[in-house]
């Protein structure tokens, strides 16, 4: 798909590759070390991938893992999808965000990705 900025070639560096995902930094990272992990075949969200190709990208997700523990030494991650517009993808063409955490990187990190809006159900607090 020409439009799609993840199907033009010449736009990232591969990190690493398979025969039907790639790894590459996000161009607006997150944190230092922010990858994204895509199937090379043009699908727009998760739930239209094969399951091959979510293995495929699964399998990058801990290879890359091994290059960010070596290279950028993180505390944590957040590893996740956004599906839809409503679900804060912007770009659409499947990408899976492996995003390195670094302890003090916000004040409280506590519920990780339940913070994205309010909660329905107050989160507890630590026991």
């Known amino acids: 798909m020409k439009e ?3 199907c033009q070639k010449p736009q990232k560096e591969i ?3 398979n025969d039907l995902a790639q790894a590459f930094y996000d161009r607006y990272p997150v944190n230092r070390g922010h990858v ?7 699908v727009e ?12 990208i699964n399998q990058l997700v801990f290879k890359v893992k091994n290059i960010l523990e070596e290279k950028y030494k ?3 991650y957040n590893i996740g999808f956004n599906v839809n517009r409503a679900g804060g ?5 499947l990408h899976c965000h492996l995003i390195p955490r670094f302890t003090g990187d916000v004040e409280n990190p506590r519920g990780g990705i339940r913070r994205i809006k309010k909660n329905l159900v107050p989160y507890p607090e630590e026991e």
Request: aromatic share 16%; hydrophobic share 40%.
């Open 4 to 6: 799609c900025v993840f």
């Open 15 to 17: 990190i690493f590759e």
């Open 36 to 42: 994204l992990i895509t199937p090379k075949r043009h």
């Open 45 to 56: 969200t998760f739930f239209e991938a094969t399951l091959e190709e979510l293995t495929a």
């Open 74 to 76: 993180p505390q944590g």
């Open 89 to 93: 993808q912007t770009i659409f063409h």
